[in-house]
């Protein structure tokens, strides 16, 4: 249910000034660059340089690096490790100092979010060691290394996918392109800041619509967020290896951009835990990076991306038989489907005309 119009609150954000917002945007400007001009150059000088070795691809991943060492491809790697770190970490126009300059007016906005059956937050919660020991994505100390770091995730967001129309786009995609069903309570699981979570309570509005992940600083941005625009959503702080909530209570189960940053023991505990918190024929959604398309090329870019962008565990996941974990844990039927992010669908055989991840559906019913 959405709650009524005078309930809904003033949106409090992070309103960076205007000299931050120059540098982000053109951060985001040249971010956009490197998406095409950069990769598309980067892509003609490996054909130009296969093309040199009589037409044989180079057959590994250090081998093609070796292959393309040399001034573009050094400075294609520089502008994706680089942007991102500027973006949340220039001393004066990153997204860290902007929401320290504005750090006690969103701290109020958090500290005042009043208490609601809505956000379950658990203090005593034992984050697990890959969790605390890698910044994900660069982002300083992590989602939930800092009061305010929730602020900074939901930011940093606009310039993760710079060819969407818009940051949230995705997660409506992925909620029309689960198959339709009666779904009476559905989970978000690892929710983050909650854009993953509101679009299924758009789609689905009366169902019970719950997220949950370990990061009280993401969670307490979600509920703002829902209370500024009078969504009911449940939020709960979890490890979802093991959560409190009981067997079969959820129709449907979804994660977005998350599979891929767990170790596979940890992924395995979490699978498991779906598998027991779903009902049976329930349906088990993520939406994540697997199987990169456009042979060597496309897994040199994705491989160079998880170690330029610090996610350590991003190649063991691509490489991982996924759908043979979904089957060993129970579920009785497992696919993997391409998805359209918006830039449309690349075969697996294709190199991508832009950069962009290895989008992959995986759909599973218990
Ligand atoms: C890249 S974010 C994605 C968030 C959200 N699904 C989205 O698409 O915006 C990954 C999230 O997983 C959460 N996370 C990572 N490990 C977790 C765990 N073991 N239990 C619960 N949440 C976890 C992080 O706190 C973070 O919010």
């Given at each position: 249910m959405v709650v009524a119009a005078q309930n809904q609150r003033k949106r409090v954000e992070v309103r960076p000034d205007r000299s931050t917002k120059a540098y982000q945007d053109f951060l985001l400007g040249a971010k956009l660059f490197w998406t095409r001009q950069m990769y598309s150059a980067l892509h003609k000088e490996y054909q130009d340089k296969v093309k040199a070795r009589g037409g044989k691809e180079p057959e590994t991943y250090a081998e093609t690096e070796k292959m393309m060492q040399g001034p573009l491809y050094s400075f294609f790697g520089w502008f994706e490790r680089h942007i991102q770190r500027l973006k949340y970490s220039d001393k004066y126009y990153g997204l860290v100092a902007a929401v320290n300059r504005q750090r006690s007016e969103l701290l109020e906005a958090l500290e005042n979010l009043p208490p609601s059956k809505f956000l379950k937050l658990n203090p005593d919660i034992e984050f697990p060691h890959y969790y605390k020991a890698v910044d994900f994505h660069q982002h300083p100390g992590g989602?939930?290394?800092?009061?305010?770091a929730g602020f900074v995730y939901e930011y940093a967001?606009?310039?993760?996918?710079?060819?969407?129309?818009?940051?949230?786009d995705i997660h409506f995609r992925l909620a029309k392109a689960v198959p339709k069903g009666d779904y009476k309570r559905i989970l978000d699981f690892?929710?983050?800041?909650g854009k993953s979570t509101y679009p299924f309570k758009d789609l689905y509005p009366e169902a019970e619509v719950h997220g949950c992940d370990i990061s009280a600083p993401c969670l307490k941005v979600a509920y703002l967020r829902a209370l500024e625009s009078g969504r009911e959503i449940y939020y709960s702080q979890e490890n979802m290896e093991k959560t409190s909530y009981p067997d079969e209570y959820f129709d449907l189960i979804h994660t977005t951009f998350?599979?891929?940053?767990?170790?596979l023991k940890a992924l395995e505990k979490i699978t498991r835990e779906a598998f027991r918190l779903l009902k049976p024929g329930g349906l088990y959604v993520n939406l994540d990076f697997h199987s990169a398309p456009g042979g060597v090329f496309g897994k040199f870019c994705y491989f160079g991306h998880s170690k330029r962008n610090n996610e350590v565990f991003m190649r063991a996941f691509h490489d991982f038989d996924y759908l043979g974990l979904l089957r060993k844990v129970g579920f009785k039927s497992a696919e993997m489907l391409p998805f359209d992010d918006g830039t449309g669908i690349v075969a697996q055989n294709e190199v991508p005309k832009a950069w962009r991840f290895p989008w992959q559906l995986f759909i599973s019913r218990k």
């Open positions: 989602v939930a290394g800092d009061e305010l967001r606009k310039t993760t996918t710079p060819l969407h129309i818009h940051e949230d690892g929710c983050g800041v998350i599979q891929h940053e767990f170790p």
